[in-house]
């Protein structure tokens, strides 16, 4: 494939994907340019001989297609933060003790949202 036949993969696997996984402050625009570095970094992995798809150009937007949305998946997951704590039904979480790091699913809410 030309560089311009593997840019038109990649530009068409953004515009596909990008509008899906906008979210927070990261508009349709942020993900295409984002997805775009995702394609241009999983370039050097593509192997067309495991594909099962005759077309070079098939088979490179179907791996396209999913490595980035999983990695848009992956950045979705470590941007965001969840504002409201877990429902639990312990005593500790009950009364709103002070000891509510005791919990160990309120604990570990805190640790998730303090790792963003």
């Known amino acids: 494939m030309t560089e311009e036949q593997v840019l038109d993969v990649v530009n068409r696997t953004v515009a596909y994907l990008a509008p899906s996984f906008k979210f927070g402050?990261?508009?349709?625009?942020?993900?295409k340019q984002?997805?775009?570095?995702f394609c241009l970094d999983a370039l050097e992995s593509f192997n067309f001989k495991k594909s099962t798809q005759e077309d070079i150009g098939d088979a490179l937007f179907t791996f396209l297609k999913t490595h980035v949305r999983w990695r848009f998946l992956n950045m979705r997951r470590?941007?965001?933060?969840?504002?409201e704590p877990p429902i639990c039904s312990c005593d500790l979480c009950k009364t709103d003790s002070p000891n509510r790091l005791d919990c160990k699913k309120y604990?570990?809410?805190i640790?998730?949202?303090m790792a963003k």
């Open 34 to 37: 984002e997805g775009f570095i």
């Open 78 to 83: 470590k941007q965001l933060s969840r504002i």
């Open 25 to 31: 402050y990261f508009d349709a625009d942020d993900m």
């Open 107 to 109: 604990s570990s809410w």
């Open 111 to 113: 640790k998730r949202n």
